[in-house]
């Protein structure tokens, strides 16, 4: 019986990633065609929002103290989907679907730029204001606009336990594993300073984590990044090789006539749609926490971290991995392929390198995540005693994360973000067409030279958007 069980659970999960992979990939793609290929047509403002060359607000306008800024939103989303998945899930992905998975992961960057420039620009229409500046997500625009606030607490309970609670204890469990492995740090002493930094910043507020990963996420995606650079500069004479094996592999005849070009792909989308979490319904949590001029600002920055997850880290680790001679038969695990991969090309270093990448990469997602989860807590109640027990819950679990076996905690999270995703990509389906509205005036106003403005009164479709009727 335990055999069929197994079987039984492995097919369930093939066919649950296959349903999954499939709905974002038409919503992807639907949302890509509709709109003319905003993703692309809108990149040299998402460059700009970025860079400050484009101001978030209003010309004229300052971020008033204590808000959050538009690239500390775009960092706190950056920093809760770009962890350990970027370094080991890459690996793993790549050895068991080949180097083609890596133009799939690719590919589904591209589609899910349309899709989080959508759910991210309807978290900045039906965000609401609270002490620190504002707030929102999808249990927000389920509640506005469809009126489901029964189905706004399903989905808020759904991201409390999957990203406060669950996908910490994960992050702190590897952070912790690398340490030991690394420096041989006991896991109950590395469980109460991983424990302790948690507690610090999330005390802290929404500011302090704003704070935090605006620092962590631009170093250490720039970091590794240039790392990833710098071993293609040493490598220079096998690059032309190296995207020959890519784009053959991707659909090649071999894989198909042997059966693996299913896996490939499978592996390719599997890992860029759980990595950068493009329609999800985690981002927008945080995209809904600035102060910008027009909702379209923050859903194209939001945009843009799809792309530095999946285009920029994800590719830095794949190539990485392609250039170790052999690769494929090492038999290694995600993160230590990874790291045999990086010292291979430049020294014993680059291990501890990578170690030192993992507790940036984990940590900056603790601290993500646990926003999500407060946000969603607001959603239920605005009592300060709640907020404090939940703070100290999340601290505790990060504790017990970090000193414990995770294999069915992680497969719970699976089918709680699962279920999550489906739900978020029913509502903003249904709720594509005004957001639609409120890009293309955002085009209009560009089109026109201006800095876009939103202005509530040319939409009366838009129901419950009173925080911009200011």
């Known amino acids: 019986?335990?055999?069929?069980?197994?079987?039984?659970?492995?097919?369930?999960?093939?066919?649950?990633?296959?349903?999954?992979i499939f709905l974002l990939l038409v919503l992807g793609l639907y949302f890509t065609l509709y709109s003319k290929f905003m993703q692309f047509t809108l990149f040299k403002d998402m460059l700009g929002l970025i860079s400050g060359k484009l101001s978030p607000l209003a010309d004229g306008i300052k971020k008033e103290n204590g808000q959050v800024s538009a690239f500390q939103a775009f960092c706190i989303s950056v920093a809760s989907h770009v962890g350990t998945g970027n370094l080991a899930g890459v690996a793993i992905a790549i050895v068991t679907g080949g180097p083609g998975a890596l133009f799939w992961m690719w590919i589904i960057a591209l589609l899910g730029g349309a899709t989080s420039i959508v759910e991210n620009t309807l978290a900045q229409i039906y965000k609401v204001k609270d002490k620190n500046g504002f707030r929102g997500g999808p249990a927000y625009y389920i509640e506005k606009e469809l009126g489901l606030k029964f189905l706004g607490k399903i989905f808020s309970i759904i991201v409390i336990i999957t990203f406060g609670l669950i996908f910490n204890s994960v992050q702190s469990n590897t952070i912790n594993a690398a340490f030991n492995g690394a420096f041989g740090v006991d896991l109950k002493i590395g469980g109460v300073i991983i424990a302790t930094f948690t507690a610090i910043v999330i005390f802290g507020g929404i500011t302090r984590i704003a704070k935090v990963s605006s620092v962590i996420v631009p170093v250490m995606a720039l970091a590794y990044v240039v790392i990833a650079i710098l071993v293609l500069i040493i490598n220079f004479r096998h690059i032309p090789i190296l995207f020959q094996s890519i784009f053959e592999n991707a659909f090649g005849i071999k894989q198909v006539a042997g059966g693996t070009l299913g896996v490939t792909i499978l592996q390719g989308v599997k890992r860029g749609l759980f990595s950068n979490e493009a329609g999800m319904g985690s981002a927008p949590n945080a995209a809904a926490t600035s102060n910008v001029s027009h909702p379209v600002k923050q859903g194209l920055m939001q945009a843009f971290g799809v792309f530095v997850d999946t285009i920029l880290i994800c590719t830095a680790t794949g190539f990485i991995v392609l250039l170790l001679p052999g690769y494929e038969k090492m038999n290694l695990a995600?993160?230590?392929?990874?790291?045999?991969?990086?010292?291979?090309?430049?020294?014993?270093?680059g291990g501890f390198f990578i170690t030192a990448c993992i507790f940036m990469f984990a940590f900056s997602s603790i601290i993500g995540n646990y926003y999500y989860g407060e946000s969603n807590i607001e959603f239920f109640s605005k009592n300060k005693i709640t907020l404090t027990l939940f703070r100290i819950l999340v601290v505790i679990t990060v504790y017990i994360g970090a000193i414990a076996e995770l294999n069915f905690v992680w497969n719970l999270a699976d089918t709680f973000m699962g279920a999550m995703a489906v739900i978020n990509i029913i509502v903003i389906s249904i709720l594509f067409p005004k957001a639609y509205m409120v890009i293309k005036d955002y085009i209009i106003q560009r089109k026109e030279g201006k800095n876009p403005v939103f202005n509530i009164e040319k939409f009366p479709q838009l129901k419950n958007v009173d925080e911009w009727k200011d």
């Open 334 to 349: 995600g993160i230590q392929l990874t790291q045999v991969a990086l010292s291979n090309e430049v020294g014993q270093w």
């Open 1 to 20: 019986m335990g055999i069929i069980n197994e079987i039984i659970n492995t097919t369930n999960t093939i066919l649950w990633s296959y349903i999954l």
